[in-house]
């Protein structure tokens, strides 16, 4: 006796939590049945195996044909052929639109191509999660940048509202769709202190103060790109570093704010024409697409590291980086010489210093007398 | 008469990308009603088209409107090639015809494919303007109101119950034709669902007909079922419960239609003292004689003509005078007399309901049932499906006889199928014979004084076990104590039925789903020899199935049974035989004796042991059974009851026969004979086997009960939840040497895991019941077994579950509450009216409740004059008021979410698509049916080339059976009705061709369309006002138009 068919249709479609979350696991109905059992699901239900089968597969089938709504999930709003109520429509949108930080650590900055999408069994295996999710995940983030990219209006507003997801989830495709965009590198080894809640923070400053959107509402691609202008404009903060007077007297603004107040203030008195000139050099660079992709590279290399080597302590960064963008306003030669400052201070993740397991980058700025004096604070979290 | 038919097409959405060059569609539509065609512009380059096209205006004989269908296609421009179809859309115009249902037909479609499936939707409006026929000799029968409930609906009241209605019409199958080989599957597929429609629509009508002839105004238990004959055709049949039905039109003045079904029927006039009056024998009555003299006089079905009197209609076991006894008495013989003239003028006295009003039924005499096997032959003459005719007719007329002979002059519960592999044909019928009250079937010619006083006598809550039939000349052995509950007259101690649960009826602990299986092996054959090998085998199956369903019934500690439905199944090389039925513990029947086991080789010591170590188990079984379904009998000693009969003996109340082509009747006597009834004989590995199989029956997990009726007896706390759906399973018999037991245990096996996969699935719903489980057998191939299985689950109140039998005392209390509200039924009825017809202007308003303040009275006076015209008069002011303020009713559009909000009916306010219920039982638990809006029969074709592209046989039958779900909920939604009670899929046949990568599907439903309001929102307006509903209504109607 062998089943040729089975299948089970309610009035109302059946979402089993347990099982969509199997699926979307990307587990085959075999290994879904296995960990079922495994859960101790027969015990509690006095079923048998082959019914655990049976159901095992319904759900599969019925997931499978949602799928396809799910792609684009106002869709599974309006559709008539699956009766679910709306609180289980936006849990399985919300589900399926889900990532693993693992996995999102792997391919955020990527081009979202199909050579990455090649490259995904090797993500897989590196990060244990089944080549199905891995693909589901990055089709997700591909879809999702595929009709957002031309798009006028805030990035995770359209995201919002073409995939219905939740404030939370669609601020962090919104970091994703940024990230690939403008293809920050974020896989070199020096960068993998940093988790994905970090630079989604990032992007989401970069998205209110450096983009097209946050100079003028009305563009196409306006959360999508930097604003090309106000790159150029950081080229004029190199004054900071080439005007030897002004170094000076920076310098002993912030110095004379902070004397006392920095646990580290010896170490940072030595290194301020350094860490002024990494800062100011990254900013400078801005321009050439190449190192704009470099930019957590650089700012890692020029400012972090100098910091976790003295040991700073994560608020001591924080002071510092306040007083050093604060100093510039009241730079005389700066106001005057239509200058731009572009000023980076990041909170790291400080061996030996306090315990807080988040590190914090700060990028504030100044920009020229005709942007106004717009200050840009960026926090890694 | 014409009638004018106008539609709109308004917008589509999702359509499928048809030029994969622009990845877009340049769509049209075409409308197309009779022979009439409109046309849409081309709506260029868009998946979501807004043709908001002007009206198209059909005008159209009624009888048209009534047999066509509209049809809408959805098709893609092509300048050079010919245009492709998206799909298609069919529209029944219907419920548009009766006066008190929908005004209007709005909404999203799903736009069906048969080979695609549904792809995207489209927005229409259909709305009918009728002129109102008044001749005589029409051919429509416009007006009369289609139910499938099997019970009178919720917001009616039956004025008369006039009796049985049937018709059938043949048709060649398009699949069968010679034009087939040439056409695309999707041609062939359309001209079948297109043909079936339309013959669906001229069998409503000419049943229509019939019920105007009976001067009835509505049919109620309407089953329309269809007989794929294959080369011989396609026949279209029904059969239906003329009615004429008085709506009560106020919200408040129906009982609550839910939470508890029974309480609601329960407050019936009763009296506590069951038979004051009669009881002492009666001297022996002559009348008692004369009642069974059925003359086939003046008939509604065609085949009256039919010579069919050669079939004795006297009483097979001879009643004969004397014998009235003391049960009699003039009273019982008075009705009956009444009854029978009332009935005499019926061909056939049957009644398609399972559920009746308050004393209708008197008493039940057991179930009847005829089958016969017949060869099939082309049908030549489609205009005269004369063969057919006969072949129930012979069939009915078996029923009646049978009925006749449990002193019976009615049957209720009735039913017809068949079951057709090859050419041989299977035909059965079956009901339960009854007597009935004649209050219902005259036309008021009863005097008023002598009707109460039978309805006291005889609605009491055990009235309907007593026997009919005389106890000295019963109709086969039985066993008779008296009844337990009245002691006064006498009771079986087994009571099989094919109706629902009286509501009036007392029941002891819970019921439960209990199932018969059998599987029987046949030689292939051709033709004549494979009937007749059919034929061999038929008694053989009945009396297993019987044998079994009694052996479980006593395992499960019960007496009765309802709901019963056998179904045979035939297939190449075997029979199938299951039996469906909700068993009871009835309070006035005795407390079923146990099962004993008796073995055949008693010298045997291991043997012995195992006999008795069978016997613990099964008495373990009973007793677990008993405490599961809460079955305590009150103890009676029997000396009060005094055991009148003392040799106990098992009966059969079944009465059958079943015959071949030939007219030869054999009954069949499903008694043991002589044998003690509780024995089961241990004498070979078969017998084994059975007693094997009775104990392999798992009772569902705690929280779980099931059963077939409407209603579970013994819970009447419902909570709202509820969850309908249909499961398949198709197994593949693992070929070669198959043995009868190898079949059954697969089969047994099928069915159980089934039920065991349902209660894992439904789990989440504890506690919950499964009630209308209804299972059907198929047998698509050689080695294929396929079961459907459709049912609902509701949720229930544990915490109240167990105060569930009221005290008399309760009761008389509530029936004093019951008759006053019966004085107040009619000003709320008043002022309900004026609540309804509020599109009306206020003018019109008056004049509507100023006719029921007449009419009203004067129908119930005089009802058979007067009710036509009030109908008439009433169905001239409803139209003439819809023209006037259309109503539109915008559903689901994509934008309409405000919209959406301002209503007050949908359930589900966040959605964009309104939530549509869909339930096999005639009622929805928490809510009360406000309005039904027209019967709902669809029929669709689902097949597809690319079966493993669309995940193998169960991803294609899975996607096909949401998709009907889907439609129908669409033209509930248009209807603008939020739920679909009585729903039942009456067919699913599905056919596969896996090397071809091939497979087809045919599914029919059917249900009726119902506007419904939680009984939670129902306070709140009743206390608002009820205003809202119209305001409701008003805003809706300023906003779309």
């Known amino acids: 006796m062998t089943s040729e068919l089975d299948i089970f249709v309610g009035n109302t479609t059946l979402i089993d939590e347990d099982v969509y979350r199997l699926w979307l696991d990307g587990y085959s109905v075999t290994d879904a049945v296995a960990l079922r059992v495994r859960s101790g699901i027969l015990e509690q239900t006095g079923a048998t195996a082959a019914v655990l089968q049976s159901d095992t597969m319904d759900h599969y089938r019925t997931f499978h044909m949602l799928e396809r709504l799910l792609h684009a999930p106002p869709k599974l709003l309006h559709q008539l052929i699956f009766q679910i109520p709306p609180s289980r429509q936006a849990l399985l949108i919300e589900r399926y639109y889900a990532f693993d930080e693992a996995f999102v650590r792997e391919v955020l900055g990527k081009k979202l191509s199909k050579g990455t999408k090649k490259d995904l069994d090797d993500i897989s295996t590196k990060t244990g999660i089944t080549l199905k999710s891995c693909r589901r995940q990055f089709d997700n983030f591909k879809r999702v940048f595929k009709v957002v990219e031309e798009m006028r ?60 959107g946050a100079v003028d509402s009305q563009m196409d691609d306006m959360d999508m790109d930097l604003d090309k202008e106000f790159l150029q404009d950081l080229k004029e903060l190199k004054v900071l570093v080439a005007d030897k007077d002004l170094l000076d007297l920076h310098k002993s603004l912030v110095c004379t704010a902070l004397r006392g107040k920095l646990g580290v203030f010896s170490e940072m008195e030595a290194n301020f024409k350094n860490l002024s000139r990494g800062l100011v050099n990254v900013a400078a660079k801005l ?47 700066f106001r005057l010489e239509c200058g731009g400052t572009i000023w980076a201070h990041c909170n790291l993740h400080l061996p030996g210093s ?25 926090y890694f979290q | 008469m014409p009638g004018k038919l106008k539609v709109k097409i308004v917008a589509g959405r999702h359509l499928p990308v048809m030029d994969r060059a622009s990845d877009l569609t340049d769509a049209f539509v075409e409308v197309k009603f009779g022979n009439t065609t409109f046309k849409t512009d081309v709506y260029l380059k868009s ?12 005008e159209v004989d009624d009888e048209d409107l009534q047999d066509e269908p509209l049809q809408i296609t959805v098709l893609d421009h092509d300048t050079y090639s010919a245009n492709d179809a998206i799909g298609k859309v069919y529209i029944d115009i219907d419920p548009l015809l009766y006066s008190e249902a929908a005004t209007v037909i709005s909404g999203w479609f799903p736009i069906y494919d048969t080979i695609h499936g549904i792809r995207g939707e489209i927005n229409v409006v259909v709305k009918v303007d009728l002129f109102n026929d008044l001749n005589r000799f029409r051919q429509s029968s416009c007006g009369v109101k289609f139910f499938c409930t099997t019970s009178i609906p919720k917001c009616y009241r039956a004025v008369i119950i006039h009796g049985f209605v049937e018709e059938l019409v043949v048709n060649e199958d398009p699949e069968y034709q010679w034009i087939d080989r040439i056409r695309t599957p999707r041609a062939s597929n359309e001209a079948r669902q297109r043909l079936i429609s339309l013959m669906s629509g001229e069998l409503q009508r000419k049943i229509g007909l019939k019920v105007l002839e009976m001067r009835g105004n509505a049919v109620v238990g309407y089953l329309q079922c269809f007989d794929l004959e294959g080369e011989s055709g396609l026949v279209v049949r029904a059969i239906g419960t003329a009615c004429t039905l008085d709506k009560l039109s106020s919200p408040a003045a129906f009982l609550p239609a839910c939470n508890s079904p029974s309480k609601e029927m329960k407050e019936i006039p009763f009296n506590e003292d069951p038979n004051p009056n009669t009881h002492s024998s009666g001297p022996s009555t002559p009348l008692k004689n004369q009642t069974y003299s059925f003359s086939p006089s003046k008939s509604y079905s065609r085949q009256s003509s039919s010579s069919d009197t050669d079939l004795s209609l006297t009483p097979k076991t001879g009643m004969g005078s004397g014998s009235a006894g003391k049960e009699g008495g003039p009273f019982k013989a008075l009705l009956r007399q009444q009854t029978q003239s009332a009935l005499e003028q019926r061909e056939f006295p049957f009644f398609t309901l399972t559920a009746f009003p308050p004393g209708f039924l008197v008493h039940v005499g057991g179930v009847v049932s005829a089958r016969s096997v017949k060869l099939l032959d082309r049908i030549h003459n489609p205009d005269e499906p004369e063969t057919r005719d006969a072949w129930w007719a012979e069939i009915r007329q078996e029923i009646k006889s049978h009925a006749k002979a449990l ?118 054959a051709q033709a004549e020899a494979n009937a007749t090998a059919i034929s061999n085998l038929l008694p053989f199956m009945e009396y297993e199935v019987h044998t079994q369903l009694m052996n479980k019934l006593k395992l499960k500690g019960m007496n009765a049974l309802f ?27 005795p407390t079923p004796g146990g099962i004993q086991i008796a073995g055949k080789t008693p010298n045997d010591g291991s043997y012995e042991q195992h006999i008795s170590h069978m016997q613990k188990k099964i008495n373990d079984t009973i007793a677990k059974n008993k405490e599961l379904y809460e079955i305590n009998p009150p103890e009676i000693s029997e000396e009060i009851i005094g055991s009148p009969i003392p040799e106990p003996r098992q009966r059969s109340r079944l009465l059958r026969s079943q015959s071949e082509s030939s007219d030869e009747v054999t009954e069949l006597d499903l008694s043991h004979g002589k044998k003690d009834a509780f024995v089961l004989e241990i004498d070979d590995t078969d017998a084994m086997e059975d007693v094997h199989s009775l104990l392999t029956d798992v009772p569902p997990p705690s929280g779980f009960y099931s059963c077939n009726t409407e209603i579970m007896p013994g819970i009447n706390n419902w909570t709202s939840e509820i969850q309908m759906f249909t499961s398949v399973r198709v197994i593949r018999l693992s070929s070669l040497n198959l043995t009868n037991q190898a079949l059954n245990k697969n089969f047994n096996d099928l069915c159980e895991n089934l039920l065991k996969s349902l209660y894992f699935k439904l789990r989440s719903m504890i506690p919950c019941c499964l009630c209308h489980v209804n299972f059907t057998v198929s047998l698509p191939e050689d080695e294929l077994i396929q079961v459907t299985v459709t049912a609902v689950a509701i949720t229930f109140d544990k915490n109240q579950a167990l105060q569930t039998t009221k005290t008399p005392v309760e009761k008389s209390l509530q029936r004093a509450s019951t008759d006053n509200e019966e004085l107040l039924q009619f000003p709320l009825e008043l002022c309900s009216d004026s609540l309804h017809s509020h599109p009306f202007p206020p003018v019109k308003e008056h004049l509507e409740s100023a006719s029921s303040n007449s009419g009203i009275p004067a129908a119930q006076r005089d009802r058979c004059s007067s009710w036509i015209e009030l109908i008439k008069l009433k169905a001239q002011t409803i139209r003439r008021g819809s023209i006037k303020t259309t109503v539109t009713v915008e559903k689901a559009s994509p934008v309409g979410d405000g919209n959406f909000r301002n209503r007050s009916a949908p359930p589900c306010a966040n959605s964009t698509v309104g939530v549509v219920k869909m339930t096999p039982l005639s009622f929805i638990p928490g809510a009360k ?23 193998g046989v169960s991803g294609f039958l899975h996607a096909f059976i949401a998709e009907v779900f889907a439609m129908v909920r669409a033209h509930v939604a248009a209807l603008g009705g939020n739920a679909v009670v009585s729903y039942i899929m009456k067919q699913c046949v599905f056919m596969e061709n896996p090397n071809k990568n091939q497979a087809q599907c045919l599914i029919n439903v059917s249900g009726d369309a119902v506007v419904f309001v939680r009984e939670s929102d129902l306070e709140v307006v009743s206390s608002q006002q009820p205003t809202t509903n119209c305001q409701s209504s008003c805003t809706e109607g300023e906003v779309t138009t």
């Open chain 1, 153 to 212: 209006g805030s990035l995770v507003d359209n995201i919002q509202q073409h995939f219905l997801l939740s404030d939370r989830l669609a601020r962090d495709y919104a970091a994703i769709v940024f990230f690939a965009n403008n293809r920050f590198e974020t896989g070199k080894k020096k960068l993998q202190y940093l988790s994905f809640g970090d630079f989604a923070f990032c992007a989401e400053l970069m998205i209110q103060n450096w983009t097209l």
């Open chain 2, 407 to 524: 002193g019976c002059h009615a049957v209720v519960g009735y039913s017809e199928s068949t079951s057709i592999c090859e050419e041989v044909c299977i035909l059965s019928a079956s009901g339960t014979a009854a007597v009935l009250n004649p209050r219902f079937l005259q036309d008021g010619t009863v005097e008023g004084c002598l009707e109460q006083r039978l309805e006291e006598n005889l609605s009491t809550r055990c009235g309907f076990c007593h026997i009919p039939y005389d106890e000295l000349n019963m109709p086969f052995p039985a066993h008779l104590t008296y009844c337990y509950n009245c002691r006064k007259q006498k009771v079986p101690d087994v009571l099989f039925t094919t109706i629902d649960l009286p509501t009036d009826a007392t029941v002891i602990g819970k019921g439960c789903l209990i199932q018969a299986r059998l599987c029987r092996l046949k030689k292939k």
């Open chain 2, 929 to 951: 049916i406000t309005k039904y809006l027209g019967i709902i029969n669809m029929f669709f074709i689902r097949e597809t080339t690319s079966l493993r592209e669309e995940g």
């Open chain 2, 47 to 58: 998946l979501n088209p807004q043709w908001n096209s002007e009206w198209f205006k059909f």
């Open chain 1, 354 to 378: 306090s315990n807080s397991p988040a590190s914090a980058f700060q990028v504030a700025g100044t920009t020229s007398v005709h942007h106004h004096a717009q200050q840009f604070f960026l």
């Open chain 1, 287 to 333: 321009t050439h697409n190449k190192d704009v992709r470099d930019l957590f590279v650089d700012l890692v290399e020029k400012f972090v590291e100098p910091c976790r080597s003295d040991h700073w302590p994560l608020s001591d960064v924080r002071f510092f980086l306040n007083q050093y963008s604060a100093s510039v306003h009241s730079l005389d030669g």
């Open chain 2, 563 to 589: 709901g019963l439905r056998i179904q045979i199944t035939v297939g190449e090389n075997m029979l199938m035989g299951l039996a469906s039925a909700t068993g009871v513990y009835l309070a006035a029947l």
